[in-house]
């Protein structure tokens, strides 16, 4: 969050030294030299104001009381707050994204980034703090992080290791555990929505809605998809609910997962997939897995290049081993 405040901070500052730039000779042209250097000053002054009003962002937690507006506005109660423009135990009205029109977090606590833009705040990056299986999600990624954290990046998930239990929240908001998965066989793979090479994350998860579809077709129930975000700076469960909806992608099957920063890296690591952020993006390896019923890694695939019909084969198999 604090690199999108020096960020904003930064873009502010561009655009006001560009703007003196073009308007010191546009000023000398209409008054004195002395005067255009008061005027350059004071307009300068004006639009820094202005500009630092209209991008100001902040990390607040609250609780949101009701929705409004076919859930487009929010009124949340502030508990936790860096702003003095936005005051702990003190309700406001928040705008939010497509993603986040829903009565998802209607009654919860939450935690966000409020930005104030067109004279008016809006809730960005929301993520739930509590609700139905919270306390299980905080105890279990703990769990899981004093497991991995020392694991070398060598020894990763392979064909035949059992899936060790990690939780995360969904594209809905809810919180769960790899151990939902039981029973099903489940495809997993990683993403982040920002990706914009064409023939890594937008086509694994075009393979992905795919072979939902025929999965279907073909009356595989119990086979599960589960798409990880190694960014869940940005990643949010509005987001990523709005990305599968993007791909047409329907949640019945279907999990997109977020969680917190570090235990991300904790998945990220016993996976073995590296991320490297540099240039506004993610470089990233890929991998692509098939788990079978029991929560054993039947099939990896490495590398941005696998077929929708050799998974499906073998997912079928699993499903359906007397045929």
């Known amino acids: 969050m604090s690199r999108m405040c020096n960020s904003y901070s930064d873009m502010g ?48 937690t609250g609780r949101v009381l009701l929705t409004e507006t076919e859930h487009s506005r929010y009124h949340v109660q502030i508990t936790d ?49 509590d609700g139905i299986g ?7 990624n703990e769990k899981f992080h004093r497991s991995v954290q020392s694991i ?5 998930v392979v064909e035949s290791d059992y899936i060790l239990s990690f939780a995360g929240i969904n594209q809905a908001a809810q919180f ?3 151990k939902d998965f039981l029973g099903k066989v489940l495809v997993v793979n990683f993403i982040f929505t920002r990706c914009q090479a064409a023939e ?4 694994s998860t075009l393979r ?13 129930g119990n086979l599960h998809f589960l798409s990880i975000s190694f960014d869940p700076e940005n990643d949010s469960p509005g987001v990523l609910r709005q990305y599968a909806e993007s791909y047409g992608i329907e949640s019945d099957s279907f999990t997109f ?26 470089n990233h390896t890929m991998a692509t897995l098939l788990i079978n019923s029991q929560g054993r890694v039947h099939y990896r695939k490495e590398g941005s290049v696998w077929t929708v019909s050799d998974f499906l084969s073998r997912a079928e198999a699993l499903l359906n081993p007397e045929k």
Request: proline share 2%.
């Open 81 to 129: 707050s860096k702003s003095e423009s936005l005051r702990v135990n003190q309700s406001y009205v928040f705008s939010v994204g497509k993603g986040d029109q829903t009565d998802f977090y209607l009654g919860r606590s939450i935690e966000a980034e409020a930005v104030f833009y067109g004279n008016q705040w809006h809730l960005e990056r929301i993520f739930p703090t």
């Open 208 to 220: 992905m809605a795919r072979m939902q579809d025929l999965a279907r077709e073909r009356g595989l």
């Open 13 to 60: 500052h561009r655009i006001l030294v560009g703007f003196c730039r073009l308007a010191r000779p546009c000023i000398q042209g209409f008054v004195w030299a002395q005067s255009s250097r008061i005027a350059t000053y004071c307009f300068a002054c004006f639009f820094w104001g202005l500009t630092t009003q209209v991008l100001t962002a902040v990390s607040i």
């Open 176 to 178: 769960f555990q790899f």
């Open 134 to 140: 919270a306390k299980a999600y905080y105890d279990l």
């Open 200 to 203: 890594m994350c937008p086509a």
């Open 152 to 156: 070398s990046r060598r020894n990763f």
């Open 257 to 282: 997962m977020t969680s917190k920063e570090q235990w991300v890296e904790d998945l990220m690591r016993y996976f073995g997939i590296i991320t490297i952020e540099e240039d506004g993006t993610i």
